[in-house]
Each structure stands twice: as structure tokens, then as C-alpha cells.
């Protein structure tokens, strides 16, 4: 059995993959100096630095750094590294967050960056969002609207994809909107033996493009359906998706955000319930085990969608994004997209504060109630760590946390492998 699920995990891992730094010839390694990269509150973290080439540490690197607080890195300095290494006294954190050293070396015109981000008692962050009164009335009523809208599926074969046991779908679905309906589209991929089968979800990290579907997991036996937010076909030409990633989809994220019931995120969210609608009426599902994954916009909606759905018998957000968005108001960072840092002062109104709220992933995180499975690390800029521990530290139900420190917004193959084992024996255990 542990040979079927690794080898199951090798095939998931290549459909769930972000993408990796690249590799430079000239390495700047930056690194705490407690070997978990974390820290009561009170004690003193160095930071050691090494520049190298060829593997050897490269001499007399002119370095300029950065130390300070996730997002708010005050002080400033530059030196040599004489024998291309130094150790740099980080300083220490009064209250529950991440302090981080940002390092970029200058050689030969060139400059080469590196960051590592020390945790101080991550486990005691509290959300800064508050929970709306009327959240749980909020999205149930928006539910219930979506209910009265009908599926209308419509699926098309895409021969070209279909393997030798799976067929390939590109499905059409009705979502609801404000004022009438839009459709949500993804791929869909379904064991072709006769049976039934358990289903996940993957829902999209940020942007707009084409999508693939997941055949490889649904070869081992598991209905999938990965889905696009933005109400179009995901399976045009790509430079189809750059027009409009420059045009009406460019900062989607911002789109109403003074109004709850018009801000464009009410519709993704109850277009992942939709796309589940779709799942557990298939006559080939096996009407218990459904999952939800994602990363970065992807993990948000993870959390987001089995919170919503109580069909959704797990999920796992790997760095969610939309975690703790109005930190930046309470003098730390917020998460991605970063609506209220302090260069969008035209968010800064009562209006889209409230608004951002309702669609907040911490407020989510606390109405879980399913076993979730959570990977993040503390070099992520994009989502940055004090915000996802905001939401991590607000889940209640069952869960498991795997940190992998060293990652910025990308994963490790290992990491993928963790997520997806524990998808995997979920919805395979019999």
C-alpha cells in the first residue's frame, strides 16, 4: 500500500507543482541561527550570510541588507565581506510575528538576492480582521440563491486529452451573480470504467489562463475537476488569456470591493459550491469522499470552499492567500493582494474594509470543520507568514501543519508529496 501511494504522490506531484526559483551562478545563502528558524519572544536571533561560486564562498561580495519586521524592514546597512561570509545580529521581537533579513549582493553589475525570515512564538498571532455580525447569515443567504439557480452542465469531450481510462471534459456550468447568472468553466477528468469513484476540486492560484485537468490522478481512480474563476473557456490560446490578464482581469481582486454583494470574489467563492454541485450529482461519484486543494489563491479557496460546503470532507491550502488582509492597518503585514498596504491609501475607506471582511480566509479558517492539511513557509513574500498563521491559528477542526521555512511562494517536491499523500489516502482509504 505505501508503494501505491508514493507512486500515486510522484504522479500528483507533477499536477500540483509552483514554480521554482531559478538557478543563478552566484548563490547568497541567508540563514537564522536555530536550525527551525524559531524563537521565543525576547531572544536574539543572528542571521548568518555566505555568497559563493562554484560552491565556494566568493571573497571580498559587497552585500547591502535589510532587517526588520515582515513588510516593514527598517534598518539598512551595506558591507565586504572580506572572506565571503558575516554573521548579522537580527535583533529580536517583543510581540508574535516574523522578523526577516533581506540580503542582495552586487557582483560585477549584477544583483543576486536572498532573504530568511525568522519566527517569533508564530502559534500566539491573532487575526487582526474582525468577524462580521451577520457572516454566517451573509453567506448562507448567498447560498441559497446559488441553489436557485439551475446547473444547465454542459460537457464536451475533448478527444485529444482522453487517455486509455480517462475521458476528458471541458465543462460549462451556471454560477450565480448580482442580477442574473455567468458561467463557470473547467476541466473535467472521469475514470472511464464503470464504477464509483471518489472527487477533488482544485481550484486556481491568481491570474487567468488555460487549464490542463488533472488526468494522471484520475488514472489512479478519483473523479477531478479543476476549475477557472473568471466565467470564460479555460481552453483557448494563451495569448488569448495575456490579452485579458492586461485588460478587464487585470486587479480583478479590487473589482466592488466597497460592496459586499457586487465585490468579485461573491462569485468565486460560490462558483467552487457550484463546481461541488456538479461533482456529488455525477452518477459515478461515490457520494461521501469529496476534497478541495489549492495553492496561494488556490489554498484561500480551499479554505473558503470546504468551509461554505459541508459536503467537503477535507482540504489542503498549501500558502493561502487573502489571509489577514487589513494587517497593514494594525502596523504588520497583511495578505496577498495586499489591498491595504500602505501604497493603496485609496483602499484605505470604511466601505471596502467592511467589504473585505465578508471574504477574508481567517473568517473562513474559523467555521471549518473538516480535517485540513496546511503547508507553508516563512520566506514568502507574496503571502506573507504572519498572515497565514492568522488563519492557521483560527482553525478549530482537525489539522496538520508541515512547514518547509526556506520556501518563498513556490514548494519544494517534497512538499508536494506530503500534500499530496494525505489527499490521497483520504479520499482512496477504503
Not at 259 to 284: E, H, I, S, T, W
Request: hydrophobic share 40%; net charge positive; charged share 20%.
Amino acid at each position: 500500500m505505501k508503494k501505491i501511494f508514493l507512486a500515486l504522490s510522484l504522479l500528483f506531484s507533477a499536477i500540483i507543482a509552483f514554480a521554482q526559483p531559478a538557478e543563478k551562478m552566484i548563490k547568497v545563502i541567508v540563514a537564522p541561527d536555530h536550525e527551525d528558524w524559531t524563537y521565543k519572544l525576547g531572544e536574539k536571533v543572528s542571521f548568518s550570510v555566505m555568497v559563493l561560486k562554484n560552491g565556494n564562498l566568493l571573497k571580498n561580495a559587497k552585500i547591502v541588507y535589510q532587517l526588520g519586521a515582515e513588510k516593514f524592514e527598517t534598518k539598512k546597512d551595506s558591507t565586504v565581506l572580506k572572506e565571503g561570509n558575516l554573521k548579522i545580529d537580527g535583533g529580536t521581537m517583543t510581540t508574535a510575528g516574523f522578523l526577516r533579513c533581506t540580503v542582495i549582493a552586487k557582483i560585477d553589475g549584477k544583483e543576486y538576492r536572498n532573504l530568511a525570515t525568522a519566527a517569533f512564538e508564530p502559534e500566539k498571532i491573532q487575526p487582526a480582521v474582525e468577524m462580521p455580525s451577520d457572516f454566517v447569515q451573509f453567506w448562507d443567504n448567498a447560498k441559497a440563491s446559488l441553489a436557485k439557480v439551475p446547473l444547465d452542465a454542459k460537457m464536451t469531450l475533448l478527444p485529444e486529452r482522453c487517455t486509455e481510462t480517462v475521458n476528458v471534459y471541458h465543462l460549462n456550468l451556471q454560477n450565480f451573480r448580482e442580477g442574473g447568472t455567468v458561467r463557470l468553466y473547467g476541466i473535467l477528468c472521469v475514470p472511464k470504467k464503470e464504477g464509483k469513484y471518489p472527487a477533488l476540486l482544485r481550484v486556481p492560484g491568481a491570474g487567468i489562463r488555460a487549464y490542463q485537468g488533472d488526468t494522471k490522478t484520475a488514472e489512479r481512480g478519483i473523479i477531478t475537476l479543476e476549475i477557472g474563476i473568471h466565467g470564460i473557456p479555460v481552453t483557448m490560446d494563451a495569448s488569448v488569456y495575456a490579452d485579458l490578464g492586461a485588460g478587464w482581469t487585470n486587479q480583478y481582486f479590487t473589482y466592488n470591493l466597497d460592496n459586499r454583494d457586487l465585490y468579485y470574489y461573491k462569485r468565486v467563492f460560490l462558483g467552487c459550491v457550484r463546481a461541488n454541485d456538479f461533482l456529488v450529482n455525477m452518477p459515478q461519484f461515490d457520494g461521501t469522499n469529496l476534497a478541495v486543494t489549492g495553492g496561494s489563491q488556490g489554498g484561500a479557496l480551499s479554505i473558503v470552499t470546504a468551509a461554505l460546503d459541508p459536503r467537503v470532507r477535507w482540504t489542503a491550502p498549501t500558502y493561502p492567500a487573502m489571509s489577514d488582509m487589513v494587517g497593514y492597518l494594525k502596523g504588520r503585514a497583511g495578505g496577498w493582494p495586499h489591498i491595504f498596504d500602505k501604497n493603496n491609501p485609496h483602499h484605505h475607506t470604511e466601505a471596502k474594509i467592511k467589504t473585505a471582511a465578508y471574504f477574508d480566509v481567517v473568517n473562513f479558517a474559523k467555521q471549518l470543520k473538516v480535517p485540513c492539511f496546511y503547508s507553508m513557509g516563512f520566506n514568502d513574500e507574496t503571502c506573507p507568514p504572519t498572515s497565514m498563521w492568522a488563519a492557521y491559528n483560527s482553525i478549530s477542526s482537525p489539522k496538520e501543519l508541515k512547514l518547509y521555512q526556506e520556501t518563498g511562494h513556490w514548494t519544494y517536491p517534497e512538499e508536494n508529496e506530503a500534500v499530496a499523500n494525505w489527499l490521497l489516502e483520504k479520499l482512496l482509504a477504503k
